[in-house]
């Protein structure tokens, strides 16, 4: 399966292969020394195997010659082979055994497939399931539309929406009620929050809203952010709590293609970035000291992260606080990216890098953090982000990032502690006979994903 062959997942290559890109890059592309970094030469080898048409042989270093000082030419040139023999094999060994280690990884996960199993039905463009960790057991289903519907342990939906912004909402394809995060203390505040596109110009709006004697009011709402979008498309729309109880937004770069302003790399953009506020500080918002570029002039104090395209769904995990993010692609590559025990300060690499590969001419693909998982357009065309399953139903998936595609309706499982360490192999265990959306989990940690034509699944390993 070609998800399995992106940089950091070779298992699908024989030693015999490995052997040979390395040595042929090392001695074909590299003026060599010996102070190249192994891990240099090992990324470049990767990239090269697993996308040749992809590989720009501008993106290899050119290192200048290491002139000794005493040795006699024909000894230079003895030392030279021999350290460029000894490093091509130390390269080789590594690249040989990172390969068994991915495909040992893998083998983990061979044999493991989900079921989808319809949980609760009948709503209209369903995008999004969640909880308000209240103890209730509620599940809350949004809808593109406008609507949250309240659902009870057994599926069944309220009879009443939960929150109705049907007329403040302006809806399209990418626009609508794109989020819905509870307060970590939602069952003694009643706050809650949401991310929607503007009805009349299309702007993303950050509200909250309060719960009062079992019912939300309308006129509660209190805007907290609003950012202009200059196009319909690319504008993100989830939003969730991290581990220090901050809100995490998740903001596109502005839509149309390409990212024509350049707002991934914009420091001054709040569009195309992870952002982070408290949501309990003075309003409208405060800034968490510990945000990722706290303390620099350049970078709206907002922003934790930068460089994404579109992070429609990203999730915490409650082991660890590491934040999973998934990107949509530009055109060539889908991709997975992982900010461990949720910490920020670094570029994902839009609009510069695209998966593991330079979008713009000339990009330094070292300043940017590479995905984690990254797979292309053989293999689907939106990657939907998941979560780590941490409940207790489903033994096997314990532990198991899943997430999936909206074109190709592919469901991959990926192990969470791979992924946190930079690098891993992503395994299909299922399909959804249907449109995928999204991903939630349940107060229990159970997993859900969302049919877009009206269903949420419970996603299971057996049957009941």
Request: charged share 20%.
């Amino acid at each position: 399966m070609s998800v399995e062959r992106h940089p950091g997942s070779l298992s699908a290559l024989a030693d015999d292969q490995l052997a040979t890109a390395a040595v042929s890059l090392v001695v074909g592309e590299l003026e060599w020394a010996p102070d190249v970094a192994p891990a240099t030469l090992d990324r470049i080898a990767r990239d090269a195997v697993a996308y040749p048409e992809q590989f720009d042989r501008r993106r290899v270093p050119t290192v200048p010659r290491v002139q000794p000082r005493h040795e006699e030419p024909s000894t230079r040139r003895t030392v030279a082979r021999l350290a460029v023999f000894g490093l091509i094999l130390v390269v080789i060994i590594g690249l040989v055994a990172f390969a068994a280690t991915a495909s040992a990884e893998a083998a983990d996960l061979e044999g493991l497939q989900v079921e989808l199993v319809e949980s609760a039905g009948g709503f209209e463009q369903p995008l999004l399931v969640t909880h308000a960790g209240d103890g209730s057991g509620t599940r809350y289903v949004v809808e593109q539309g406008g609507s949250i519907w309240a659902v009870d342990r057994e599926g069944v939906r309220s009879e009443s929406r939960f929150l109705d912004l049907r007329d403040a909402v302006s809806v399209s394809f990418e626009q609508g009620l794109l989020g819905l995060a509870f307060h970590p203390a939602f069952g003694d505040n009643g706050r809650f929050f949401v991310n929607y596109t503007r009805a009349g110009d299309g702007a993303t709006v950050v509200s909250e809203f309060t719960v009062a004697g079992g019912v939300v009011d309308r006129d509660s709402e209190r805007q907290l952010l609003v950012i202009d979008q200059p196009f319909a498309n690319h504008n993100g729309g989830h939003v969730t709590f991290d581990a220090a109880g901050m809100l995490l937004i998740g903001t596109g770069d502005g839509g149309n293609g390409g990212d024509p302003l350049g707002s991934g790399q914009d420091p001054a953009s709040l569009l195309g970035k992870l952002l982070r506020i408290d949501v309990d500080g003075d309003p409208p918002y405060g800034i968490p000291a510990d945000n990722g570029f706290a303390g620099s002039a350049d970078h709206r104090p907002e922003i934790h992260a930068l460089g994404l395209r579109n992070p429609w769904r990203f999730s915490v995990d409650p082991v660890g606080g590491h934040i999973y993010i998934g990107d949509v692609g530009q055109g060539s590559f889908e991709e997975i990216s992982v900010a461990p025990e949720g910490r920020g300060g670094q570029s994902f690499g839009w609009n510069a890098v695209e998966g593991p590969v330079c979008f713009t001419d000339g990009c330094d693909l070292e300043a940017h953090t590479p995905p984690a998982i990254s797979y292309g357009r053989d293999e689907g065309c939106s990657v939907v982000g998941g979560h780590v399953y941490r409940g207790t139903e489903q033994p096997a998936l314990a532990g198991v990032y899943v997430f999936g595609d909206f074109c190709s309706e592919t469901i991959w499982g990926a192990k969470a502690d791979d992924l946190v360490a930079g690098q891993a192999a992503a395994v299909p265990i299922g399909t959804i006979d249907g449109t995928l959306v999204s991903f939630g989990v349940d107060e229990s940690g159970e997993l859900y994903a969302v049919d877009q034509g009206g269903r949420i699944l419970h996603v299971v390993t057996e049957a009941p």
